[in-house]
């Protein structure tokens, strides 16, 4: 198998010998790229002819570039082709846009086009420039493209974004076309963060429902929910026991024993809040000043409230609900 025409170690051998016999400067890292495409367009039987739009075409022999190649143009490096497997010009355009480098290519008899956009700094070290390849202690050339690697990401990208738009089905020995599925991504590779939230939702709601998981409401047949409504004045005596606990309260009469005022009697589980009922009315429930009374049928262990004496009531039993049987004062009186 013939070695590949565009491996880094070839294409940076062969770089200095395209730079003008003049001046071996490459001044930026804009005209490292821009040189770095020609050596790669070279190597794969591109024919140079020009280095910019107007003038007439021209060989250039070895494809060295002329001694203006980058004087023509403030952001921008052109080069113009042909092969020997097509019958139209190509024109590629290097540009400098800020931080990134555009390249431009064109088939320019049929108007097909191709064009690739990267970062600059991810391709070159712009510390390392200007560099002048003619100094015999010159630094590696390879450092002023990073890496090798990055070389290679290069050109892959370069392959499949335009060389093979421009021209597909190449046929050149060490060459051998790109998928999208073997390319390697420009830039390097940034791992993706899962943006956090302003406010972060908390993991568990704040407040329990008190139907939920480990409720003090027992379980229950779902199909005998709302039984009670059908009775009101209690069951049929003569019935089997039930399999389920028996419940009370889920009736039409909402009266001490309903579920919403929580677990009855002395046990040590009582979950009865300290406002009554299932204990999750919250403090300041009620405005302050208003006529409220606790839901508190009857004494817990977690009541804070004590046992209120009023009227209808006996001692050793709670007040509460209270009943409010009187009417308010004035009721009576149309005039009020």
């Not at 790109?178 to 993706?192: A, C, F, K, L, Q």
Request: hydrophobic share 35%; proline share 15%; with cysteine.
């Amino acid at each position: 198998m013939a070695n590949d025409i565009l491996d880094p170690a070839a294409l940076l051998r062969q770089l200095p010998d395209l730079l003008p016999q003049s001046s071996k400067v490459l001044i930026s890292a804009h005209d490292a790229i821009s040189v770095l495409v020609h050596a790669a367009f070279t190597a794969l039987g591109f024919r140079l002819v020009a280095t910019d739009d107007m003038s007439p075409a021209r060989p250039h022999p070895n494809n060295v570039l002329p001694d203006d190649w980058n004087t023509k143009g403030l952001v921008d490096r052109t080069f113009r082709y042909r092969h020997e497997q097509s019958s139209l010009e190509f024109l590629i355009k290097v540009i400098k846009l800020g931080q990134r480098t555009l390249i431009n290519a064109i088939a320019v008899e049929s108007d097909k086009s191709a064009s690739l956009d990267i970062s600059t700094n991810d391709f070159t070290s712009p510390s390392f420039y200007p560099h002048d390849a003619a100094q015999p202690d010159a630094p590696p050339l390879v450092h002023g493209f990073i890496s090798s690697n990055r070389i290679t990401d290069f050109i892959c990208q370069l392959k499949l974004k335009v060389i093979q738009k421009l021209i597909p089905g190449l046929r050149k020995e060490g060459y051998t076309e790109e998928s999208e599925d073997s390319s390697t991504n420009v830039g390097p590779s940034v791992p993706r963060s899962v943006p956090v939230p302003v406010h972060p939702r908390p993991a568990t709601p704040p407040i329990d429902f008190p139907y939920g998981p480990g409720s003090h409401i027992p379980p229950q047949n779902p199909l005998e929910i709302g039984r009670r409504d059908l009775e009101p004045f209690g069951g049929n005596p003569f019935a089997p026991p039930p399999l389920f606990p028996p419940h009370g309260g889920d009736g039409m009469f909402v009266g001490p024993e309903h579920p919403i005022f929580g677990p009855r009697g002395n046990r040590s589980n009582d979950l009865r809040g300290p406002w009554g009922g299932d204990g999750y009315l919250p403090p300041m429930g009620a405005p302050p000043g208003a006529r409220f009374d606790p839901i508190v049928p009857s004494p817990g262990p977690l009541n804070r409230f004590p046992p209120r004496f009023g009227r209808g009531t006996s001692r050793g039993r709670s007040g509460e609900p209270d009943n409010d049987e009187f009417m308010p004062p004035g009721a009576g009186d149309m005039f009020m």
